[in-house]
T-cell receptor, first 111, second 114 residues
Framework: SQKIEQNSEALNIQEGKTATLTCNYT??????LQWYRQDPGRGPVFLLL?????KEKRKERLKVTFDTTLKQSLFHITASQPADSATYLC??????????FGTGTQLKVEL | EAQVTQNPRYLITVTGKKLTVTCSQN?????MSWYRQDPGLGLRQIYY???????DKGDVPEGYKVSRKEKRNFPLILESPSPNQTSLYFC?????????????FGPGTRLTVL
């Protein structure tokens, strides 16, 4: 069956460091992958999309990589700030405008 | 302001009492969807709609109904709620035919079924 894995343990890092979150998947061949941010009690907010033929995508302090051979996406936040603390979700396209979401990784950026 | 709205935001009800959660978007999106979010299970799709009068089941449709009579509205109906439907529900919308379907989510509805 199709499966998406994100690290369920919270990631704690110091302000100013680079946070790296992982999204692994099996039994998928997604045309693209998305990353969302979710704050407690609120709806997810779209951050970035990367297509299967793209290796890397950047937006300000965010960077996403997509390795279709390893079936893995990495999400990086450089120069992290306490305001970056949130849960980050990856979502894979599975045809017909449908997305399958991972369970998310909680990031805590400490002063 | 472009947005997806949901009502109510919080609801406590009892088993078997029919309820409707409304969802509305003002972005003229064709695609709308309902998700539920539970700890450790992530966001799971309940139903989706590609356009008016076109709906289809997602991954966890049992116990839910939807309708799409107007493009902007996509209500979620629980005919006979049960405690296992206690969850956080999100409505989302997106364009179809766009280069990618960035989904816009509503603020969520926290439902408790006693």
């Amino acid at each position: 069956s199709q499966k998406i894995e994100q690290n369920s343990e919270a990631l704690n890092i110091q302000e100013g460091k680079t946070a790296t979150l992982t999204c692994n998947y099996t039994n998928y061949s997604p045309a693209y992958l998305q990353w969302y941010r979710q704050d407690p009690g609120r709806g997810p907010v779209f951050l970035l999309l990367i297509r299967e033929n793209e290796k890397e995508k950047r937006k300000e302090r965010l960077k996403v990589t997509f390795d279709t051979t390893l079936k893995q996406s990495l999400f990086h936040i450089t120069a992290s700030q306490p305001a970056d603390s949130a849960t980050y979700l990856c979502a894979l396209e599975r045809g017909g405008n449908k997305l399958t979401f991972g369970t998310g990784t909680q990031l805590k950026v400490e002063l | 302001e472009a947005q997806v709205t949901q009502n109510p935001r919080y609801l406590i009800t009892v088993t078997g009492k029919k309820l409707t959660v409304t969802c509305s978007q003002n972005m003229n999106h064709e695609y709308m969807s309902w998700y539920r979010q539970d700890p450790g299970l992530g966001l799971r799709q309940i139903y989706y709609s590609m356009n008016v009068e076109v709906t289809d089941k997602g991954d966890v449709p049992e116990g839910y109904k939807v309708s799409r009579k107007e493009k902007r509205n996509f209500p979620l109906i629980l005919e006979s709620p049960s405690p296992n439907q206690t969850s956080l529900y999100f409505c989302a919308s997106s364009l179809i035919g766009h280069s990618y379907n960035e989904q816009f989510f509503g603020p969520g509805t926290r439902l408790t079924v006693l």
